[in-house]
């Protein structure tokens, strides 16, 4: 497998066929950190890399140059809140990741923080550490950078394309309303701690992020529970 064109049945894009592979035969995005020992951590971003690849406008999976339209590898929350933790990347490099990578494409894989080193920096804002299990490649045109205390974020602006994929496959509708449900009261409870109107924000963009669901099914709607907080809230501060 190690020099093999494709992954799991999956074709690698020419530009990811570039970068160095591992003992799997797994291609190494650009962004991965290489230990004293030179092995990939793919926990681990390289150091500066974040940097270089915004003002460079490279890809942050293979490390081209970067054309109009740009590619961002989220889960579910962020395509609530239009926010990545990640530079974007190309089209096919992203769409390649959401089918191939182990901890993206097997929902009951978990992040191993084991022997982490000491100085590493986490990635910007708030993480939520459970695993999704879906993801989406949201394409747009547009993003801005959002400094936080931590580091860096990305609003990402409306999409001319969005995928969803759940083990390497189109998702279903009903398994992005699953997975959006499993981490919409984490952010309804931030919401609740911050103000009603906070709450409303959130809920309305809930109400935004449907039109971009997979259609078909009926699997219910994500944060049909959700719509009864603010009035809890209200309740409580009555």
Known sequence: MTNSPTINGHNIPERIRMLRRDHRGYPVPWFVHWDANDQPDFRIVGAGKVEYAITQHVCW???G???RNKAFVIGPMCAVNRISAEPPSHRSCSIFAAEVCPFLTKPNMRRNTKDMPAEVVEPGGKML???PGVVCVWVTREFRLMPVDNGMLFRVGD???VRWLCQGK???RGEVVHAMDRGLPILIDEAKEDSDEAVQALLQ???RVRQYL????HDGEPGAAAKRPPERAK???A
């Open 170 to 172: 189109p998702a279903t």
């Open 205 to 207: 963009a809930v109400n």
């Open 65 to 67: 140059p970067l054309a």
């Open 129 to 131: 550490l459970h695993n």
């Open 214 to 217: 997979p259609s078909g099914g």
């Open 235 to 237: 309740e409580k501060a």
């Open 61 to 63: 999976i293979c490390g």
């Open 159 to 161: 999409p001319i394309e």
